[in-house]
């Protein structure tokens, strides 16, 4: 079992930036992959960037260029550093793990609140 633990949720200006942590009680590389999902009220939620084990990461085609998904080992710990921040990225964030490949993911963290106001 993998308990994940977002913090770093905010109320931000648009265009500000914002870091997001996600600590893992286990070695983030006993997983295929770690990602960044959101999901705003009243919508679903989304893939918004993983990092599998070999380091190869993806992102949604809206945060491309603005966020930055990264991961330290020796802390447990993924990273989503969120710049040039817009209203429409307000959501709920969550930390996710996969033990297989990278489209189903087994673990989740509780979430953390990302407001960006205009």
């Known amino acids: 079992q993998v308990h994940l633990m977002e913090s770093g949720g905010a109320v931000v200006q648009a265009g500000g930036s914002l870091s997001l942590s996600c600590l893992s009680s286990?070695?983030?590389?006993?997983?295929?992959?770690m990602a960044w999902f959101r999901q705003a009220p009243g919508e679903q939620r989304e893939l918004v960037a993983r990092?599998?084990?070999?380091?190869?990461?993806a992102y949604l085609d809206s945060v491309k260029g603005r966020f930055t998904i990264s991961r330290d080992g020796a802390k447990k710990t993924v990273y989503l550093q969120m710049n040039s921040l817009k209203p429409e990225d307000t959501a709920v964030y969550y930390c996710?793990?996969?033990?297989?490949?990278?489209?189903?993911?087994?673990?989740w963290g509780q979430g953390t609140q990302v407001t960006v106001s205009s």
């Open positions: 990092i599998n084990v070999g380091g190869t990461t």
């Open positions: 996710a793990a996969a033990k297989l490949g990278i489209t189903k993911y087994d673990y």
């Open positions: 286990e070695n983030i590389f006993m997983v295929s992959a």
